[in-house]
C-alpha cells in the first residue's frame, strides 16, 4: 500500500498512524519531496477526475486565473499540493482519509 501525501499533513499523519497500527505496512510518498510522475498524475486523475485537486485549499486559492482553469493534471503538475490528501493505493483508489476509507484499510 502507498499512502501519497506531505509529512506536514495531519490528515495524512492520522492515517499513517492508524494504516500501521492495523498491522498494515504502508510505505509513505512524500509528494513534494518525491514528485509525482506525469503518469502517476494521469492515473489519480483518470480515477478521481477534478475530485483529485482540494479546490478549498490555499494552495488552489492562490492560483492564477489561467491555472484554476487548467485541467486538474496542470494544477497538480503546477503545484502537488494541491491534490486533495491523502491518496491512497492498495487494493483499488482511495481519496481522503474518512470512515468509510477507515473501515475499508483497517
Known sequence: MILYGIPTCDTC?????????????????DIRAEPL?????????????????????????????????????????AQPTVMKRPVIKADRWYLGWDAATEAALT
Open 13 to 29: 499523519k492520522r492515517a499513517l498512524k492508524t494504516l500501521q497500527a492495523a498491522g498494515r505496512e504502508v510505505t509513505f510518498r
Open 37 to 77: 510522475s506525469d503518469a502517476e498524475i494521469a492515473e489519480i486523475v483518470g480515477e478521481f477526475g477534478s475530485k483529485a485537486v482540494n479546490t478549498q485549499s490555499t494552495t488552489y486559492r492562490s492560483f492564477s486565473d489561467f491555472l484554476k482553469a487548467s485541467e486538474p493534471e496542470a494544477q497538480i503538475k
